[in-house]
């Protein structure tokens, strides 16, 4: 069952939820995109690493909460003198220096294995400024930007810092693609949270014409894998909270649907 929201479900950007559909939409990137690149091009999953501080503003995204663990308790021995017992400690999640790994699609050529395009999809760690996420995606975009490489960037994040501020209005979503023969004409999709999600263009070798990505039908194929139908609680406001006019048109849909009284 697909999601009851036309486009974006505002209901998937919750924290917990959102690493597993980042991984997820990656995934059915790639499988919606191959069978249609091949033999051309192929589609490939890569990955960059950084290290999350204690510091860093966007470690609380990262790190669990204090797990509780109760050790075993020792055993005591048979002795005539007074023993003094030590109080059970709690076993805390070491809350430093995390290592993260995040996926993105790179677009190449089969033949010479060049790099064309690459495809990011932006996670919260890359929305908060000053952030080791944030300088690690701005680092990567930097790289292809000067390069002869294509970008196609997906921001279905109403949270967070944007990486580009378009000179037009304020969006819930944006997708954005620059060309490397173009760099100075971006190409944007803005998208709000009522938007169904668009067609968008893959640019490929300037012999070839773009390749339509249909957002909507990878989002879907990641809800349904993710089982999201059983796993969220639409009764509840979504994380973080949509508007007031938003969230009168959220809750008439989800009761037009069922799925709320």
Same mark, same amino acid.
């Given at each position: 069952?697909?999601?009851?929201?036309?486009?974006?479900?505002?209901?998937? @950007?919750?924290?917990?939820?959102?690493?597993?559909?980042?991984? $997820?939409?990656?995934?059915?990137?790639? /499988?919606?995109?191959?069978?249609?690149? !091949?033999?051309?091009?192929? /589609?490939?999953?890569?990955?960059?690493?950084?290290?999350?501080?204690?510091?860093?503003?966007?470690?609380?995204?990262?790190?669990?909460?204090?797990?509780? @663990?109760?050790?075993?308790?020792? %055993?005591?021995?048979?002795?005539? $003198? $007074?023993?003094?017992?030590?109080?059970?400690?709690?076993?805390?999640?070491?809350?430093?220096?995390? @290592?993260?790994?995040?996926?993105?699609? $790179?677009?190449?050529?089969?033949?010479?294995? %060049?790099?064309?395009?690459?495809?990011?999809?932006?996670?919260?760690?890359?929305?908060?400024?000053?952030?080791?996420?944030?300088?690690?995606?701005?680092?990567?975009?930097?790289?292809?930007?000067?390069?002869?490489?294509?970008?196609?960037?997906?921001?279905?994040?109403?949270?967070?810092? *944007?990486?580009?501020?378009?000179?037009?209005?304020?969006?819930?979503?944006?997708?954005?693609?620059? *060309?490397?023969?173009?760099?100075? %004409?971006? %190409?944007?999709?803005?998208?709000?949270? *009522?938007?169904?999600?668009?067609?968008?263009?893959?640019?490929?070798?300037? *012999?070839?014409?773009?390749?339509?990505? @249909?957002?909507?039908?990878? !989002?879907?194929?990641?809800?349904?894998?993710?089982?999201?139908?059983?796993?969220?609680?639409?009764?509840?406001?979504?994380?973080?909270?949509?508007?007031?006019?938003?969230?009168?048109? /959220?809750?008439?849909?989800?009761?037009?649907?069922?799925?709320?009284?």
């Amino acid at each position: 069952m697909p999601s009851p929201f036309p486009g974006m479900d505002p209901y998937l @950007e919750r924290p917990s939820l959102w690493p597993g559909l980042h991984v $997820a939409l990656i995934n059915h990137l790639q /499988a919606d995109l191959n069978p249609r690149l !091949l033999p051309a091009y192929f /589609a490939d999953i890569e990955t960059r690493v950084y290290v999350v501080r204690d510091e860093d503003p966007a470690r609380q995204l990262l790190i669990p909460d204090v797990t509780v @663990e109760k050790p075993p308790r020792p %055993r005591r021995g048979r002795t005539q $003198a $007074a023993v003094l017992e030590i109080d059970e400690p709690v076993i805390l999640s070491w809350a430093i220096d995390q @290592e993260v790994e995040e996926a993105w699609i $790179a677009i190449k050529e089969r033949e010479t294995n %060049r790099l064309v395009t690459v495809i990011e999809v932006l996670s919260p760690t890359n929305k908060i400024r000053g952030s080791a996420g944030r300088e690690s995606f701005l680092s990567k975009r930097r790289d292809v930007l000067s390069s002869e490489v294509h970008w196609l960037e997906i921001d279905l994040l109403r949270a967070g810092e *944007r990486s580009l501020v378009p000179l037009s209005r304020p969006t819930d979503y944006w997708i954005f693609q620059s *060309r490397a023969a173009d760099r100075k %004409r971006p %190409r944007g999709w803005p998208v709000g949270v *009522r938007d169904r999600l668009p067609v968008v263009g893959v640019p490929l070798a300037k *012999r070839d014409s773009d390749l339509p990505l @249909e957002l909507r039908k990878v !989002l879907d194929s990641a809800y349904d894998q993710m089982g999201y139908e059983y796993r969220i609680d639409y009764s509840a406001p979504p994380e973080p909270p949509l508007n007031s006019d938003d969230s009168k048109w /959220a809750n008439a849909l989800l009761r037009k649907t069922g799925l709320r009284r």
